[in-house]
């Protein structure tokens, strides 16, 4: 079930309904209904798998009961070390085992040697890699003893079936989500409006930029062996819009969505191709995997190789990285994805400036061309490794990147499908970065103070001009999200 | 208060007319859809030896002409899935009474009655015809059906409403510019379709107009029939034989009552005429599950499944025509 499908719509209408107007005063059975709720969303596409869900939100619930529990410090770690091999048993399988076997037999191939391994025609649950990040913090949270293990099963298996985050997230941490789960939700309209809003920025970036996009990507990276270069960056830019307009699109609507019921979740996306180097774009990308990473991956690592130095640091970096891009998905595309964000660093770890925040909060129109040159230089960057997320191999994305540096790069890009005109999508994606960048200091880019006079007439022209060009220019056909599959 | 939400609906409203008026004119997405599809004709294998006069009627061959418009062209699907290509390959397998097998495509996207009898003639002489299929849909009595007819029904049924009464009362003046809205006819194009999908007809709406035309037998339908019987006398005359398939509306299979007066006058036109074979395409689909067939929802058009279905009945229909000559 899509958010951008009619069913969701009905669905979610019902749900609202009930749990503003009937239960809103009883907040246990305002968690059981959620709870419900989100199983019902989740079985929608495939209930087989809501019995793994329901039995691996058991099995960590009991975990983390005991490990609060036990004075044994052996016992507690043990219970610990269960808990991590279930959930990264559980990716490895579902996501990797198949990818294991055959890198494994292309390894012994390269020697001579034949394997008669064969490998499982396996379906990966939907949302896994989301639900098992959330699970793990919870686990490596009481460890830590940031946070107490929670007692009420309702919340627990709630908070793991949160259903505006399960699929696509943002990954939602225990310390934030649980708390707001044991507390009374009370309703606003301001943040029945913002929430709305959001859900309304979300959709237009899903269905009219990053599905209208992907007929363009398709078609562009399907011929690439047919195009000339300057196709084939326009291919890559309309990729790479595409990639965050589906992604922070769906984000927007988990967010927006999770307003609606009286709770904030994390964060996503706060404008990253405006970014002005490597480091600050994974500050703004993706930023519930890159805190999850950075606190648990990257923070223990970098403290393992402290004694480096810069060349510690490097490590570092580059196993969070790596570890990122393989978290995608089992593909050498995705870990050579990660690897090369990791490389990426390297200038900043020279200069030492990894750790140097970028000041958002200058309200004016126009950056110094310095800062705009760096944006540009990030976004080309990233632009390029995004061939890799899109190629099926490694050689393919190779391939396209061997066309892709050619005197032709130079020429005007045509496009052979006469049906897809090039500036359509122009105009469409420079409206969309127009308003992210007179909004870049706000959660989200319809966030408006909602003042009288004629501000609100113009703020309801643009909400109205956003709202027709989803009935008008929203591309029907398409109701996934690209990183559902992950 | 209430003035405030008065124009924030005033400026919504404004918005989407501009907006709508703006696509109808540069078509920003418009093209990339399933339902925005190519009125050209397929240059097809035959079409081109037919050009290069390397088709020789006189020898021992089956020569199928295929007319139609987009429900026969098979809008929105690969053109090898098609009927007319999945009918040839069927052909081709079974039959062995013929050296060659040429399946003519000169089915198009929005061609009429008026445009079918146009391409029939255009390439009739040279192809000579044994079958000429043709793809009956409701609307092919829509569009220009001649020099005399400039305007189908529903256009002069618009003409006669806004051309009405010569002094502009104010009741009028906003009857007037709520005919020429952009996006009223957007909205009320797009209620219609939704609620047609759950068998509801809004009066005076396109499809019910469309329907009328044939069961009060107005000038359009007329027209299309005189235009259908030249062309079964020119194909009788040259020894050939015409076959009609009437397309169903594969989204309202459902809903057949909504077409059971239309489909009277269809059949009992069509009746008259012992030389033509009508086939009946809403009941080669009847009792199956048509999500199995469909398009979308919205769109009457049936899918490349539903095209083989199609292929497979006409295909023995042409076999039994065969042996019974």
């Known amino acids: 079930m899509a958010f951008n499908s009619f069913e969701f719509i009905l669905f979610f209408v019902a749900c609202y309904i009930i749990y503003w107007l009937m239960i809103s005063k009883q907040i246990k059975i305002q968690n059981l209904f959620l709870l419900l709720a989100g199983y019902v969303f989740y079985a929608w596409t495939n209930w087989h798998f809501l019995f793994y869900l329901i039995a691996f939100s058991a099995a960590n619930f009991l975990i983390g009961m005991y490990m609060e529990q036990t004075n044994n410090s052996r016992t507690k770690q043990w219970l610990y070390y269960t808990a991590l091999l279930l959930g990264a048993g559980g990716l490895a399988f579902f996501k990797y085992f198949n990818f294991f076997i055959d890198s494994f037999k292309d390894a012994f191939h390269l020697i001579g040697i034949g394997l008669n391994i064969h490998t499982l025609n396996i379906i990966i649950p939907l949302g896994i890699s989301f639900f098992t990040f959330r699970t793990l913090s919870y686990i490596i949270d009481i460890q830590r003893e940031e946070i107490k293990a929670t007692k009420d099963w309702v919340i627990f298996f709630t908070y793991v079936s949160f259903f505006p985050s399960i699929l696509s997230g943002p990954i939602d941490r225990a310390k934030t989500l649980i708390p707001q789960l044991e507390k009374k939700r009370s309703f606003s309209v301001n943040e029945t409006i913002d929430g709305l809003s959001q859900i309304l920025w979300g959709l237009f970036k899903k269905a009219v930029i990053a599905d209208n996009c992907a007929s363009y990507t398709n078609e562009i990276f399907d011929h690439y062996q047919t195009y000339q270069a300057s196709t084939l960056v326009l291919g890559a830019f309309f990729y790479a819009i595409q990639l965050y307009a589906d992604f922070s699109g769906y984000s927007d609507m988990a967010i927006g969505i999770a307003r609606l019921l009286g709770f904030n979740i994390t964060k996503n996306f706060d404008f990253p191709f405006f970014a002005e180097n490597i480091a600050s774009f994974w500050r703004k990308w993706h930023m519930s995997l890159t805190t999850w990473l950075t606190d648990y991956i990257f923070t223990p690592l970098n403290f393992t190789f402290r004694r480096l130095g810069k060349k510690g640091l490097f490590f570092a970096i580059l196993i969070n990285y790596t570890l990122c891009g393989i978290w995608h998905g089992a593909n050498w595309t995705y870990i050579l994805y990660g690897f090369l964000h990791g490389c990426y660093f390297i200038p900043l770890i020279i200069k030492g400036t990894v750790g140097k925040k970028q000041n958002m909060n200058n309200n004016s129109l126009f950056s110094s061309f310095i800062r705009f040159m760096n944006r540009m230089g990030t976004f080309i960057l990233v632009m390029l490794t995004f061939v890799l997320f899109r190629a099926d191999t490694i050689q393919q994305a190779f391939s396209f990147y061997a066309r892709l540096f050619n005197t032709s790069v130079f020429s005007i890009p045509t496009i052979e499908n006469s049906n897809l005109p090039l500036l359509t999508p122009v105009l469409f994606i420079t409206a969309m970065l127009l308003i992210e960048w007179m909004q870049r200091t706000k959660e989200h880019a319809l966030q408006f103070n909602r003042s009288g006079g004629l501000k609100s007439y113009s703020i309801a022209l643009l909400y109205s001009l956003i709202i027709w060009s989803v009935i008008l220019w929203g591309y029907s056909g398409n109701k996934t999200f690209m990183y559902v599959k992950f | ?325």
Do not use: C
């Open chain 2, 1 to 325: 208060m209430f003035k405030k939400i008065f124009f924030i609906i005033l400026i919504f409203l404004i918005a989407g007319e501009l907006l709508i008026r703006i696509d109808k004119k540069y078509l920003f997405f418009g093209e990339n859809r399933v339902t925005q599809i190519s009125t050209k004709l397929e240059i097809t294998p035959e079409y081109k030896l037919l050009l290069a006069d390397s088709i020789n009627v006189h020898a021992n061959n089956l020569r199928i002409m295929i007319l139609g418009d987009s429900y026969i062209h098979g809008g929105g699907i690969d053109f090898k899935n098609v009927f007319s290509q999945q009918l040839k390959s069927i052909l081709q397998k079974n039959s062995t009474q013929f050296n060659h097998i040429y399946v003519l495509d000169l089915s198009r996207a929005s061609a009429n009655a008026f445009d079918n009898q146009q391409t029939y003639y255009q390439f009739a002489e040279k192809f000579k015809p044994q079958i000429v299929i043709l793809g009956y849909n409701y609307d092919d009595v829509l569009g220009e059906l001649d020099q005399q007819i400039k305007k189908i029904s529903i256009d002069s049924f618009g003409t006669q409403r806004s051309s009405a009464g010569a002094k502009k009362t104010m009741a009028k003046k906003i009857s007037g510019f709520l005919y020429h809205s952009a996006l009223l006819k957007y909205v009320l194009t797009n209620i219609n379709t939704y609620l047609k999908t759950f068998g509801i007809v809004v009066p005076n709406s396109e499809f019910d107009l469309n329907m009328k035309s044939y069961y009060l037998n107005d000038s359009s339908w007329i027209q299309s029939k005189k235009i259908i019987d030249n062309m079964i006398t020119h194909i009788k005359n040259n020894n050939g034989r015409l076959m009609v398939i009437k397309f169903p509306e594969i989204n309202l299979l459902s809903y057949q009552n909504l077409f059971f007066k239309a489909d009277t006058a269809i059949h009992a036109f069509f009746q008259q005429y012992p030389s033509v074979t009508f086939i009946d395409g809403t009941h080669i689909f009847k009792g199956v599950n048509s999500n199995d067939y469909i398009l979308s929802r919205y769109d009457g058009h049936i899918n490349e499944k539903g095209h083989k279905k199609l292929a497979d009945y006409v295909a023995a229909v042409i076999d039994s025509m065969m042996k019974a000559q």
